[in-house]
Protein backbone atom coordinates (compact mmCIF):
# COMPACT_ATOMS: atom_id res chain seq x y z
CA UNK A 1 0.00 0.00 0.00
CA UNK A 2 1.01 3.31 -0.97
CA UNK A 3 -0.05 7.04 -0.27
CA UNK A 4 -0.79 7.58 -3.98
CA UNK A 5 -2.81 4.85 -4.58
CA UNK A 6 -5.89 5.07 -6.76
CA UNK A 7 -4.19 8.18 -7.83
CA UNK A 8 -3.79 8.44 -11.46
CA UNK A 9 -1.45 11.51 -13.24
CA UNK A 10 -1.34 12.68 -16.97
CA UNK A 11 1.52 14.32 -18.65
CA UNK A 12 1.41 16.39 -21.39
CA UNK A 13 4.96 15.70 -23.58
CA UNK A 14 6.36 17.76 -25.48
CA UNK A 15 7.24 20.95 -23.90
CA UNK A 16 5.93 19.75 -20.24
CA UNK A 17 7.54 16.36 -19.33
CA UNK A 18 9.87 16.23 -22.06
CA UNK A 19 11.96 19.82 -22.04
CA UNK A 20 13.52 22.16 -24.30
CA UNK A 21 16.83 20.27 -24.26
CA UNK A 22 14.93 17.16 -26.22
CA UNK A 23 15.12 15.22 -22.57
CA UNK A 24 13.09 14.20 -19.29
CA UNK A 25 15.30 15.55 -17.06
CA UNK A 26 16.54 13.93 -13.74
CA UNK A 27 14.33 15.30 -11.22
CA UNK A 28 11.23 14.65 -13.09
CA UNK A 29 12.35 10.43 -13.46
CA UNK A 30 13.43 11.03 -9.69
CA UNK A 31 9.57 12.06 -8.98
CA UNK A 32 7.80 10.02 -11.45
CA UNK A 33 9.71 6.77 -9.56
CA UNK A 34 8.36 8.18 -6.28
CA UNK A 35 4.80 8.74 -7.35
CA UNK A 36 5.26 5.05 -8.93
CA UNK A 37 6.80 3.67 -6.35
CA UNK A 38 4.09 4.98 -3.66
CA UNK A 39 1.12 3.26 -5.89
CA UNK A 40 0.25 5.92 -7.79
CA UNK A 41 -0.81 5.59 -11.80
CA UNK A 42 1.52 7.59 -14.52
CA UNK A 43 1.09 7.89 -18.06
CA UNK A 44 1.61 10.76 -20.47
CA UNK A 45 -1.54 12.07 -23.04
CA UNK A 46 0.43 13.18 -26.04
CA UNK A 47 0.29 14.69 -29.59
CA UNK A 48 2.96 12.09 -30.75
CA UNK A 49 1.56 9.22 -32.87
CA UNK A 50 3.01 5.25 -31.54
CA UNK A 51 5.61 5.61 -34.20
CA UNK A 52 6.94 8.67 -33.36
CA UNK A 53 6.34 8.39 -29.35
CA UNK A 54 7.38 4.68 -29.13
CA UNK A 55 11.26 5.31 -29.23
CA UNK A 56 11.07 7.77 -26.82
CA UNK A 57 10.07 5.11 -23.94
CA UNK A 58 13.61 3.54 -24.64
CA UNK A 59 15.73 6.65 -25.11
CA UNK A 60 14.14 8.61 -22.14
CA UNK A 61 13.75 5.98 -20.14
CA UNK A 62 10.14 6.38 -19.20
CA UNK A 63 8.75 4.51 -16.58
CA UNK A 64 4.55 4.12 -17.23
CA UNK A 65 2.39 1.88 -15.55
CA UNK A 66 -0.85 2.74 -17.30
CA UNK A 67 -2.15 3.14 -20.87
CA UNK A 68 -0.66 6.04 -23.19
CA UNK A 69 -3.20 8.32 -24.77
CA UNK A 70 -1.31 8.57 -28.40
CA UNK A 71 -2.25 11.02 -31.45
CA UNK A 72 -3.97 14.00 -29.64
CA UNK A 73 -6.59 11.02 -28.53
CA UNK A 74 -6.75 9.05 -31.75
CA UNK A 75 -5.62 6.36 -29.67
CA UNK A 76 -5.16 4.34 -26.60
CA UNK A 77 -1.96 2.17 -26.53
CA UNK A 78 -1.32 -0.33 -23.56
CA UNK A 79 2.28 -0.56 -23.83
CA UNK A 80 2.54 -3.72 -21.29
CA UNK A 81 0.36 -5.40 -23.27
CA UNK A 82 1.85 -4.10 -26.46
CA UNK A 83 -1.55 -3.39 -28.24
CA UNK A 84 -3.99 -0.77 -28.87
CA UNK A 85 -6.93 -0.21 -26.56
CA UNK A 86 -8.68 1.95 -29.29
CA UNK A 87 -8.14 3.63 -32.19
CA UNK A 88 -9.81 6.25 -34.22
CA UNK A 89 -9.69 7.41 -37.77
CA UNK A 90 -10.87 10.66 -39.22
CA UNK A 91 -14.14 10.38 -41.80
CA UNK A 92 -13.26 8.63 -45.30
CA UNK A 93 -14.19 12.16 -46.54
CA UNK A 94 -11.29 13.64 -45.40
CA UNK A 95 -8.60 13.27 -48.12
CA UNK A 96 -10.88 14.94 -50.48
CA UNK A 97 -11.79 17.90 -47.79
CA UNK A 98 -7.96 17.88 -47.64
CA UNK A 99 -7.46 18.95 -51.48
CA UNK A 100 -9.93 21.51 -51.10
CA UNK A 101 -8.54 22.79 -48.35
CA UNK A 102 -5.50 23.05 -50.16
CA UNK A 103 -7.10 24.61 -52.70
CA UNK A 104 -8.01 27.58 -50.89
CA UNK A 105 -4.81 27.86 -48.89
CA UNK A 106 -2.10 27.10 -50.89
CA UNK A 107 0.55 27.67 -48.56
CA UNK A 108 -0.97 24.80 -46.37
CA UNK A 109 1.55 21.67 -45.48
CA UNK A 110 0.33 18.57 -43.62
CA UNK A 111 1.01 15.54 -42.47
CA UNK A 112 -1.24 12.36 -42.56
CA UNK A 113 -1.08 9.74 -40.25
CA UNK A 114 -1.91 6.09 -41.76
CA UNK A 115 -1.41 3.28 -39.17
CA UNK A 116 2.38 3.20 -38.86
CA UNK A 117 3.46 5.40 -41.84
CA UNK A 118 3.51 9.54 -42.67
CA UNK A 119 2.90 10.56 -45.76
CA UNK A 120 3.60 14.53 -46.95
CA UNK A 121 2.13 17.34 -48.87
CA UNK A 122 3.71 20.86 -49.57
CA UNK A 123 6.53 20.55 -46.74
CA UNK A 124 7.25 23.88 -45.61
CA UNK A 125 9.77 24.91 -42.76
CA UNK A 126 7.49 23.62 -39.89
CA UNK A 127 6.91 20.38 -41.37
CA UNK A 128 10.94 19.74 -41.72
CA UNK A 129 11.53 21.04 -38.04
CA UNK A 130 8.56 18.59 -36.75
CA UNK A 131 9.79 15.64 -38.86
CA UNK A 132 13.38 16.09 -37.70
CA UNK A 133 11.82 16.59 -34.03
CA UNK A 134 10.10 12.91 -34.25
CA UNK A 135 12.56 11.77 -36.23
CA UNK A 136 10.64 8.82 -38.47
CA UNK A 137 10.83 8.38 -41.72
CA UNK A 138 7.86 9.98 -44.38
CA UNK A 139 6.61 9.75 -47.69
CA UNK A 140 5.98 13.33 -50.03
CA UNK A 141 3.47 12.41 -52.69
CA UNK A 142 0.35 14.17 -53.69
CA UNK A 143 -3.00 13.48 -51.67
CA UNK A 144 -4.84 11.47 -53.94
CA UNK A 145 -2.11 8.45 -53.41
CA UNK A 146 -1.99 8.74 -49.57
CA UNK A 147 -3.50 5.62 -48.50
CA UNK A 148 -6.23 6.06 -46.15
CA UNK A 149 -8.05 5.81 -43.85
CA UNK A 150 -5.94 7.91 -41.61
CA UNK A 151 -5.77 8.40 -38.06
CA UNK A 152 -4.50 12.06 -37.61
CA UNK A 153 -3.59 15.15 -39.99
CA UNK A 154 -1.14 17.52 -38.49
CA UNK A 155 -1.41 21.33 -40.42
CA UNK A 156 1.77 23.15 -40.80
CA UNK A 157 2.21 26.97 -40.91
CA UNK A 158 2.25 30.40 -38.50
CA UNK A 159 -0.53 30.68 -36.20
CA UNK A 160 -2.84 33.58 -37.89
CA UNK A 161 -2.80 31.81 -41.26
CA UNK A 162 -3.54 28.02 -39.63
CA UNK A 163 -6.33 30.30 -36.89
CA UNK A 164 -7.88 30.86 -41.00
CA UNK A 165 -7.72 27.14 -41.25
CA UNK A 166 -9.33 26.25 -37.88
CA UNK A 167 -12.58 28.38 -38.47
CA UNK A 168 -12.95 27.10 -42.10
CA UNK A 169 -12.99 23.30 -40.99
CA UNK A 170 -15.06 24.28 -37.89
CA UNK A 171 -17.16 26.20 -39.96
CA UNK A 172 -17.70 23.05 -43.11
CA UNK A 173 -17.19 20.04 -40.98
CA UNK A 174 -17.07 20.97 -37.37
CA UNK A 175 -19.84 17.95 -36.87
CA UNK A 176 -16.85 15.40 -37.97
CA UNK A 177 -13.34 16.60 -36.24
CA UNK A 178 -11.27 17.88 -33.27
CA UNK A 179 -9.06 20.81 -34.84
CA UNK A 180 -7.12 21.68 -32.63
CA UNK A 181 -3.42 23.89 -31.88
CA UNK A 182 -0.89 21.46 -30.40
CA UNK A 183 1.56 24.87 -30.75
CA UNK A 184 2.01 27.89 -32.38
CA UNK A 185 2.63 26.04 -35.74
CA UNK A 186 0.65 22.97 -35.72
CA UNK A 187 -3.29 22.22 -35.80
CA UNK A 188 -4.59 19.15 -35.30
CA UNK A 189 -7.17 17.01 -37.04
CA UNK A 190 -8.75 13.98 -35.21
CA UNK A 191 -11.89 12.28 -35.16
CA UNK A 192 -15.01 14.30 -33.61
CA UNK A 193 -14.57 13.21 -29.51
CA UNK A 194 -11.06 11.72 -30.20
CA UNK A 195 -9.18 14.45 -27.51
CA UNK A 196 -6.67 14.13 -24.89
CA UNK A 197 -9.67 14.50 -22.21
CA UNK A 198 -11.89 11.86 -23.93
CA UNK A 199 -9.52 9.55 -23.68
CA UNK A 200 -7.82 10.16 -20.99
CA UNK A 201 -11.19 9.91 -18.78
CA UNK A 202 -11.48 6.77 -20.68
CA UNK A 203 -8.02 5.34 -19.26
CA UNK A 204 -9.55 6.47 -15.56
CA UNK A 205 -12.38 4.50 -15.49
CA UNK A 206 -10.74 1.46 -16.91
CA UNK A 207 -8.44 1.67 -14.05
CA UNK A 208 -11.13 2.92 -11.55
CA UNK A 209 -9.98 6.25 -11.01
CA UNK A 210 -12.29 8.21 -8.70
CA UNK A 211 -12.23 11.68 -10.46
CA UNK A 212 -11.24 13.56 -7.50
CA UNK A 213 -7.87 11.23 -7.49
CA UNK A 214 -7.60 12.39 -11.54
CA UNK A 215 -4.78 15.18 -12.43
CA UNK A 216 -3.14 16.31 -15.35
CA UNK A 217 -0.56 18.76 -16.59
CA UNK A 218 -0.05 20.37 -20.21
CA UNK A 219 0.75 23.60 -21.46
CA UNK A 220 -1.14 24.13 -25.16
CA UNK A 221 -4.63 24.11 -26.42
CA UNK A 222 -4.88 20.42 -27.09
CA UNK A 223 -4.42 19.97 -23.34
CA UNK A 224 -7.57 21.70 -22.26
CA UNK A 225 -9.87 19.16 -22.24
CA UNK A 226 -7.81 17.02 -20.14
CA UNK A 227 -6.83 19.87 -17.75
CA UNK A 228 -10.84 19.90 -17.62
CA UNK A 229 -11.13 16.75 -15.39
CA UNK A 230 -7.91 17.19 -13.69
CA UNK A 231 -8.91 17.54 -9.73
CA UNK A 232 -5.77 20.59 -10.01
CA UNK A 233 -5.32 21.09 -13.66
CA UNK A 234 -1.33 22.29 -13.62
CA UNK A 235 0.65 23.68 -16.37
CA UNK A 236 4.15 24.75 -16.68
CA UNK A 237 5.07 28.00 -16.81
CA UNK A 238 6.00 27.99 -20.65
CA UNK A 239 2.66 27.69 -21.43
CA UNK A 240 -0.18 29.13 -23.82
CA UNK A 241 -2.46 32.09 -23.07
CA UNK A 242 -5.23 29.64 -23.59
CA UNK A 243 -4.35 27.38 -20.78
CA UNK A 244 -3.05 30.38 -17.98
CA UNK A 245 -6.47 31.96 -19.12
CA UNK A 246 -8.32 28.73 -17.98
CA UNK A 247 -6.90 28.55 -14.67
CA UNK A 248 -4.98 25.67 -14.26
CA UNK A 249 -1.96 26.57 -11.44
CA UNK A 250 1.31 27.32 -13.02
CA UNK A 251 4.32 25.77 -12.01
CA UNK A 252 8.02 26.41 -12.96
CA UNK A 253 9.03 26.01 -16.84
CA UNK A 254 9.61 22.86 -18.43
CA UNK A 255 13.14 23.29 -18.11
CA UNK A 256 12.45 23.77 -14.34
CA UNK A 257 10.96 20.11 -13.75
CA UNK A 258 7.59 21.28 -13.78
CA UNK A 259 6.27 17.42 -13.33
CA UNK A 260 8.58 16.71 -10.44
CA UNK A 261 7.05 20.27 -8.87
CA UNK A 262 3.13 18.96 -9.79
CA UNK A 263 4.11 15.62 -7.66
CA UNK A 264 5.43 17.34 -4.59
CA UNK A 265 1.97 19.16 -4.37
CA UNK A 266 0.29 15.79 -4.38
CA UNK A 267 2.82 14.46 -2.42
CA UNK A 268 1.66 17.15 -0.01
CA UNK A 269 -2.16 16.64 -0.75
CA UNK A 270 -1.93 13.03 0.46
Same mark, same amino acid.
Given at each position: ???????????????????????????????????????????????????????????????????????????????????????????????????????????????????????????????????????????????????????????????????????????????????????????????????????? &???????????????????????????????????????????? &??????????????????????????
Amino acid at each position: MGKFDGVLFFSDYDDTLYNLQHTVSRENHAAIRYFTQEGGRFSVATGRAHRTFTPQIQKEGLELNAPVVLSNGAAIYDYAADRYLVRTHLCPETPERMTRLCRDFPDLAFEAYHGEDVYVHNPNVVTMKHLERVNVPYTLCPIGEMPAPWNKVIMEQDEPYLRQIQSYILARWGGDYEAIFSNRYLLELTEKGSDKGQMV &ARVARLLDIAPENLYCIGDNQNDLPMLALSAIPFAPANCADEVR &ASGARILGHCDQHAVAQAIEILDKRY
